[in-house]
């Protein structure tokens, strides 16, 4: 009686927990992984406002409402909590990741949360598809666990009528019953022992074989074969408490809960009172001939339901294999619906990026435009102050010339009115014609001293605009480069920024790799791939800028260079009397004096010629506190004397190069000179001559040295070459207006003594 009341909660062990659709979890995983890439394509097409944007976002909002819909369906705590609980006394292994609290999904997020978003739904989904794994793994070990439970004593559930005609949960109890007799009966209480009769062999019941509930399936997986896998018809009717056989619907629970007889043991009578009969002899053969066929009949009922059984498995096998087949069709034509999407997705993307890019090249075409516009235009209006300023000279020199050409016509004729005067008036008008020449010098001193003056400070108001100009024109220039430099910081920023996105994305979808499939890595790699070319076209647009600003920063640096150039040449234009002369040709009448012991003519000779010289100067501006410009002076002169008198007939050629450095008034610089003196005898015809090639140190001193007034003393030592350590010269430089005033001395060791040349020139200088 104890082992009866016990039954059920024995059979609740051994119970099939009510199953939960874990499909479900799938399902909310890829809705996570839908909404992440929402996310990912909103912060990508958000970065600038537009209807990229609008659209993402609107995708983005569908998908969070898919996800929060979907939360409150998978109830994935309910599901972790089933998975947990014991099944036929035993616990299943679980492997589950830490749960997390899903908050609900949204896209009013900033620019840096849709990634954190999107890492947070990948996330989500992974957990999701860990517990759907485990979920299909425990289904498994279900099937095996109440198999198990089903073949430990006590373990199958049956059901049996109780004192009140209901069905009740009986374990099976095989080996508690002693080993049966021969025969038996029913009778009923009281009643007196009956004849003998022939043992009736027992009517097969109707009901089914085990039907498909889970508590025969699971008895049915179970090897070896049990009582469960049995039909009834194979057991003999075991009568109930009331008298009554089991009903139809109740006979899988009896058949399960009764043990399968064997050849060698009958089945085992039910709780019941059971009187014993003696068995007569030819009863007792007959009883052997039914338990012969009822054994027959088993084995052929066995052999019948393990084919069912076989069949049923491949039929099991084969929907498992179609389900696998459906369910991998499926999510590979998701996939490529998937991977149509984001390739759509990425080519509006780059479309939208080309348009940019064409927009800012046409900006730049423009801008570059309106540079070169204003370029021209500059040189346009220098082109037309030179033009302005040569005609301007040119007048000037044209009208002085016409006044010289007057004032010297109107002298002729005064000269002759003079001549025709008589004596005696030709004191005194000589008197008042120099005191009116006086006059007439003076006042035009005066006026050219006034017309120098102003111009002079019209040059002087010029250099200043230019000036002006000039740093007008290198602060936009600076203002520029400044704008251009902090877009190019900017868009380096953002490219760093997506470079750094770009990398914890990479790093992400490594940790998410393990759960995706090998295509959906190779599209994600051809998407990163793709990615990484446009930073390198966007990297190589960064470098041709920044090749750009350098240009824009060499021109300046020209721009800047010409204007200080321009300003130059406009203060030596305005003659400041600190301003060195840049270019100067000079061509002068010289007569010299040659002393030349152990020649032809070894007096003193006397030479004349022509000398023609040239100087480049290189200088900067003068010093605003005062003092003259510094800088490098290179300077050549050529000369040719044929003598003059004397019985000799004697000629001096001469080339003196020279470069000095100005430091100021004081001048450093080296020199070299050679010479070559040829006399021809007047009777003989005998030609005698000599060639020096001399070089050596020089030192100068400015004492004036500008367009209108120059006046230079310097100094040569010549010991190198063919000179000698006696070998030096010096001379003076003077010069006013165009007039040009020389004289030089040079002294060096020529035939038996020392040789001198003593030289002076009177000439004429053009500044150019």
Request: charged share 30%.
């Amino acid at each position: 009686m104890a082992a009866l009341l016990s039954l059920p909660a024995r059979a609740q062990d051994c119970a099939l927990p009510a199953p939960r659709d874990a499909a479900l979890l799938l399902a909310a995983a890829e809705a996570d992984e839908r909404l992440a890439r929402s996310l990912e394509e909103a912060s990508n097409a958000c970065r600038i406002p537009g209807e990229l944007c609008d659209g993402a976002l609107k995708r983005c909002r569908t998908d969070a409402e898919a996800v929060n819909t979907r939360a409150a369906a998978h109830d994935e705590a309910a599901l972790r909590a089933q998975l947990a609980a014991p099944v036929g006394g035993e616990a299943f292994d679980l492997q589950l990741p830490l749960a997390h609290v899903e908050a609900p999904a949204h896209c009013d997020l900033t620019q840096g949360g849709f990634a954190a978003q999107a890492r947070q739904r990948r996330i989500h989904a992974s957990t999701h598809r860990q517990v759907h794994a485990e979920a299909l793994r425990w289904a498994t070990w279900t099937q095996g666990a109440l198999a198990r439970c089903g073949q430990r004593p006590g373990g199958a559930v049956v059901s049996a009528a109780g004192t009140s005609g209901a069905a009740v949960a009986v374990p099976a109890v095989a080996q508690h019953v002693a080993a049966p007799t021969p025969a038996a009966a029913v009778a009923a209480p009281g009643a007196a022992p009956a004849a003998a009769v022939p043992p009736v062999a027992p009517a097969p019941t109707s009901a089914a074989p085990t039907s498909a509930a889970p508590m025969a399936a699971a008895a049915t997986s179970a090897a070896p074969m049990t009582a469960a896998a049995m039909p009834a018809a194979s057991m003999p009717a075991a009568p109930t408490a009331s008298g009554a056989s089991a009903s139809p619907s109740e006979a899988p629970l009896l058949a399960a809960a009764t043990p399968a007889p064997s050849a060698s043991r009958p089945a085992p009578p039910a709780f019941a009172t059971i009187e014993a009969r003696t068995i007569q002899p030819d009863a007792q053969a007959e009883q052997e001939h039914a338990a012969g066929e009822a054994a027959a009949q088993r084995a052929r009922m066995e052999a019948e339901q393990r084919t069912r059984a076989e069949e049923q498995r491949a039929r099991m096998e084969a929907e498992q294999r179609t389900r696998a087949e459906e369910q991998r069709t499926r999510m590979e034509a998701e996939q490529r619906a998937r991977a149509e999407e984001q390739r759509a997705r990425m080519e509006a993307e780059q479309r939208a990026r080309a348009e940019e890019q064409r927009r800012l090249q046409a900006q730049r075409e423009e801008a570059a435009r309106l540079e070169a516009a204003r370029v021209q235009a500059q040189r346009e209006e220098a082109a037309r102050l030179e033009a302005a300023r040569v005609q301007a000279e040119r007048e000037r020199a044209e009208r002085l010339a016409a006044e010289r050409t007057e004032l010297e016509r109107l002298r002729r004729e005064q000269r002759e009115k003079l001549t025709q005067e008589q004596e005696e008036m030709e004191r005194r008008r000589e008197a008042q014609l120099e005191k009116a020449e006086r006059e007439a010098e003076r006042r035009k001193l005066e006026a050219q001293a006034r017309a120098e003056e102003q111009r002079r400070e019209e040059a002087r108001e010029r250099a200043e605009q230019l000036a002006e100009q000039a740093e007008e024109r290198a602060g936009a220039h600076r203002r520029a480069v400044a704008q251009l430099k902090a877009e190019q910081e900017a868009r380096e920023k953002a490219l760093r920024a997506q470079r750094e996105a770009l990398q914890r994305e990479e790093a992400e979808q490594r940790e998410a790799r393990v759960a995706q499939d090998a295509r959906k890595a190779q599209a994600q790699e051809e998407a990163r791939r793709a990615k990484y070319a446009a930073l390198e076209l966007q990297e190589q647009e960064q470098r041709a800028g920044e090749e750009r600003l350098r240009r824009l920063e060499a021109e300046g640096e020209e721009r800047r260079e010409k204007d200080a150039k321009a300003h130059a040449d406009t203060l030596a234009r305005s003659e400041d009397p600190r301003a060195r002369p840049g270019r100067e040709l000079s061509l002068a009448a010289s007569g010299a004096s040659l002393s030349l012991p152990g020649t032809l003519d070894s007096g003193n000779t006397y030479l004349g010629g022509a000398t023609l010289g040239l100087r480049l100067g290189f200088f900067g501006e003068p010093p605003l506190e005062g003092g003259m410009a510094s800088g490098l002076e290179l300077h050549a002169q050529g000369q040719y004397l044929r003598q003059l008198g004397g019985t000799a007939k004697q000629q001096l050629f001469r080339v003196v190069p020279g470069a000095r450095f100005w430091l100021g008034r004081i001048g450093l610089g080296a020199s070299a000179e050679w010479q070559r003196v040829q006399a021809t005898a007047p009777v003989t015809g005998e030609t005698q001559a000599t060639s020096a090639l001399l070089a050596g140190p020089q030192l100068a001193l400015a004492l004036l040295d500008g367009r209108a007034q120059r006046l230079v003393l310097s100094a040569r030592w010549l010991p190198l070459l063919d000179g000698e350590l006696g070998t030096w010269g010096a001379a003076v430089e003077g010069g006013l207006g165009p007039l040009l005033l020389g004289a030089e001395l040079l002294r060096g060791q020529a035939g038996s003594g020392d040789g001198w040349t003593a030289a002076l020139s009177v000439g004429y200088r053009l500044h150019f």
